[in-house]
């Protein structure tokens, strides 16, 4: 740690402590998710929990820690944030349908054959 | 104001991204995110997907709220999904019947259920209106039906009306 950054009031400190542990944490079990998880449309699901509030309180608690220690507003973790939200939805997207095209072409079991109901 | 700015409402939101991004409001890179920001918005433009008309801001920040509320609550469940005991025993797909037509606000509501965890949109059928969703704790269909049908379809249909 540098100096500057142990010099850091606890009152700054402690919220970006828990804001860092917070979104490792939830990204580490979206990670986890992907072991756990047995099918492929259900292991889509995971990684969203870093993509969501796991980025979210990661940035957070960055923006929150060079504000303080430069005294001023660091903002541009916004751009990062806008980036990943307008992006992941349409990879996530991506591969289930790639997923699921492939599925209906090799005919899976419990696979819908069509968005419209049978 | 058409011709210079088709969308300027885009052309800001690129701007400010910019300025974000070089951190600095000095003339020289502030000139520079302008030219970017008239590009964004002719390239918008030419792609002619029209301009959505956008109504009742109170209800796209109630929306917005929302969203962000349901996301923090989700992200629990599935949090204690992964890590349960039960992992796998609830997921599986749905067809929900959808109002909404206005590709933009299809768009929006694609991207709320795919940041969400635990719903994953997988297809969408433009001739009938039906979307298959996935979803990771799949106990009443009902339920789900009525959430999305409820919660974010009803407020789009006003906002993109």
């Not at chain 1, 944490?25 to 047995?38: C, H, Q």
């Not at chain 1, 992941?88 to 968005?115: F, I, K, N, S, Y």
Request: proline share 6%; aromatic share 6%.
């Amino acid at each position: 740690m540098t100096p500057e950054a142990a010099a850091l009031p606890w009152i700054v400190v402690v919220p970006v402590c828990l804001l860092l542990l917070i979104g490792a944490g939830l990204t580490l079990v979206g990670a986890f998710g992907l072991l756990r998880l047995n099918s492929f449309y259900a292991r889509v699901h995971a990684p969203t929990l870093g993509t969501s509030y796991g980025m979210g309180c990661i940035l957070l608690a960055s923006m929150l820690f060079f504000s303080a220690l430069g005294t001023r507003l660091v903002i541009h973790e916004i751009a990062i944030g806008a980036f990943v939200i307008l992006t992941t939805p349409v990879t996530l997207m991506l591969v289930a349908r790639a997923a699921m095209h492939r599925d209906r072409l090799e005919g899976q079991r419990g696979v819908p054959q069509a968005a419209r109901p049978d | 104001m058409t011709r210079l700015l088709p969308h300027p409402l885009i052309s800001l939101g690129i701007l400010l991204l910019w300025l974000l991004l070089n951190q600095t409001l000095a003339p020289g890179p502030a000139l520079v995110g302008v030219a970017v920001a008239l590009f964004g918005g002719w390239t918008l433009a030419l792609l002619d997907q029209g301009r959505p008309r956008l109504r009742r801001p109170g209800l796209m920040l109630r929306l917005a709220g929302q969203v962000l509320l349901d996301i923090a609550q989700s992200n629990l469940t599935v949090a204690r999904i992964i890590l349960g005991r039960r992992a796998n025993s609830s997921a599986g797909f749905i067809h929900i019947p959808l109002a909404l037509r206005d590709p933009q606000a299809l768009a929006v509501l694609a991207a709320i259920l795919t940041a969400t965890p635990g719903s994953a949109w997988v297809e969408y059928d433009a001739e009938a209106g039906w979307l298959l969703l996935h979803v990771l704790d799949l106990d009443d269909e009902e339920v789900w039906i009525r959430l999305v049908k409820d919660r974010y379809e009803r407020p789009l249909l006003e906002i993109f009306a």
